[in-house]
């Protein structure tokens, strides 16, 4: 039974960073792409960031420059590094890994993350 895992998420303020983790489990296979996603009230989820099992990685326009995805493949881990921070960057964050046999897709439960101004 696949179980994805959040951490770090928190309260800081305007400017500051923070750095998200989720470990994955309960699975013999690979993970392909893994990626964070986020939804802040009112809002549709979004995609964040993403980053593939080679390394290639994809962000959201709004996080470009701030925001660094990484992964561990040997920890089956994957990393976000928020940097400058804005109050706009307030979301529950969602980790996201997918899979090489269906369903393919798991989620993680979400981690709150609150930027102040």
């Known amino acids: 039974q696949v179980q994805l895992v959040e951490s770090g998420g928190g309260l800081v303020q305007a400017g500051g960073s923070l750095r998200l983790s989720c470990a994955a489990s309960g699975s013999i296979f690979s993970i392909n792409a893994m990626g964070w996603y986020r939804q802040a009230p009112g809002k549709q989820r979004e995609l964040v960031a993403v980053i593939s099992r080679g390394g290639s990685t994809n962000y959201a326009d709004s996080v470009k420059g701030r925001f660094t995805i990484s992964r561990d493949n040997a920890k089956n881990t994957v990393y976000l590094q928020m940097n400058s921070l804005k109050p706009e960057d307030t979301a529950v964050y969602y980790c996201?890994?997918?899979?090489?046999?269906?369903?393919?897709?798991?989620w993680g439960q979400g981690t709150q993350v609150t930027v102040s101004s």
């Open positions: 996201y890994a997918q899979y090489p046999v269906t369903p393919y897709d798991y």
